[in-house]
């Protein structure tokens, strides 16, 4: 009996397509990125382990994405009640990560959240299902510290300490003057900071909520 495709669902072709792009970048997949897929960080209900090798084979067939400027051109578009914004993410310098987030992506988990804090001159942070800063999708991440630096345009994960990242995540506005060491960051805008620029604007009360609701509409993968 045939079995059937891994593309099964949103799960499923969000973590292809993040693959994909690394597959693209350096010609193969190594052991540890294979077992990130059959076993997912926080597997959610319904998902099902798959065998390595069929991962693989689908692989083969859905490599979509080009290489850019030595990075993985694996694109993806906030759209906002201010505005679009679109960033680039770097699978190859947190691979896990950008996993994470393009599943949670793909799954419109992030459609109708908001930026909870929003801190002037320097970041706005979303991605919270509860919308206070507590939440996320039930399970946390590890931590990819690399060598993106933080500055204007740089998207990160937010966390509540090592290992503790979910669905959080902030884009910044300014370069902070203090240590960022332990938050990964993991892509980058290539279109409309200008947008991130209004949302870090707004007036906010004394624990750095936006007085006037600042939403995620939604958020969708562009290959």
């Known amino acids: 009996m045939t079995s059937p495709p891994i593309r099964e669902g949103p799960h499923e072709k969000g973590y292809m397509a993040a693959l994909a792009a690394h597959v693209k970048l350096y010609g193969s997949v190594d052991a540890t990125t294979l077992h990130l897929v059959a076993f997912p960080p926080g597997m959610t209900k319904g998902w099902k382990p798959h065998d ?10 859905q490599i979509k994405c080009e290489p850019k400027d030595g990075n993985a051109n694996l694109q993806v578009v906030l759209h906002t009640n201010r505005g679009s914004v ?17 599943r949670l992506i793909d799954s419109d988990y992030y459609n109708g959240l908001i930026f909870h804090r929003i801190i002037a001159n320097f970041m706005i942070q979303g991605g919270c299902p509860n919308g206070n800063g507590r939440g996320g999708p039930g399970y946390a991440i590890r931590d990819e510290i690399n060598d993106l630096k933080h500055h204007a345009g ?9 290992n503790s990242a979910g669905s959080q ?53 562009r290959p």
Do not use: W
């Open 52 to 61: 390595p090798t069929r991962v693989m084979q689908e692989l083969c067939e």
């Open 86 to 102: 679109e960033f680039r993410l770097f699978p190859e310098k947190a691979l896990s990560t950008c996993l994470n987030f393009v």
């Open 154 to 162: 740089r998207l990160a994960m937010a966390n509540s300490g090592a």
């Open 169 to 221: 995540f902030y884009v910044l506005v300014a370069t902070p003057n203090y240590d960022v060491k332990k938050y990964t960051v993991f892509g980058e805008v290539t279109q409309g900071l200008e947008i991130v620029y209004l949302h870090s604007k707004v007036k906010t009360d004394k624990g750095d909520r936006p007085l006037e609701t600042q939403r995620i509409r939604h958020m969708e993968l």
